[in-house]
């Protein structure tokens, strides 16, 4: 048995039931959630000190409980306070608990590489100054973003509550800059199964955030993504997959 563990914004109500969903057709592998105070994303110092390592490594504390394989933050704060900080967070889970760590973020990284991707379309529900941050980050990393869509939310419980038509047409509308990739950024935006259906309009990869997750979960437990079946490119794409 592999058990995942991750960590889990509190007012987030997608991430754990479509993590369970895509590892329906798995039963030898467990997901296993820890969750943290986080109700709000903005750039005020209120909002960004929700992630202060002390808070998230607490949760880790308790996943490690469990006896999980792996930890991962499933959050893309990185995306807008810099990847050195999840680069730390990783080096300080695994310090505090003997335990493999891995980050949305630093999983999408990890993904973009190995694409050769450096075209990024964004569909996110965040507020125009996230959004700015979040594209001049990726940005500074080289990795351009030639479409972007957001919806000027900061409530993070409401993020859950986005449709998936407008998901939908936010996927659509970036689509048709030709970017090499589109990514889903927000772990609270429920998109992970949209990925198949937008895939099949174009060679556009669809990353949703909550399955770029499971993916760097499931490569750092030295498994191969396409276990994972019917939730797009991400798990059965050759070069996600490692031999």
Known sequence: MIRLGMLTPSSNTVLEPVTMRMLAGTPEITAHFSRFKVTEIALAPGALA?????????????????????????????????FERDRRLKARIEAATGIKAS?????????????????????????SDVQAKIVATYAAAGIACPAERHLGISDNFSFGTVSQPEIRTMLAEVMTANPEVITILCTNMNGASL????????????????????????IEAGLRPDCVKGWGRIFTDPRLNPV
């Open 195 to 218: 990925a198949p259906e937008m895939e099949a309009k174009s060679d556009v990869m669809v990353l949703d955030s909550v399955s770029v997750t499971l993916w760097g979960c499931l």
């Open 103 to 127: 980050t949305c973020v630093l999983s999408l990284l990890d993904i973009l590489a190995r694409l050769g991707a450096t075209r990024q379309a964004l569909v996110s529900p965040y507020t």
């Open 50 to 82: 929700q992630f202060d390592d002390s808070e998230i490594l607490r949760a880790a504390e308790l996943l490690a409980h469990a006896k999980v394989d792996v930890i991962s933050w499933n959050g893309t704060s990185a995306s807008w306070l810099g």
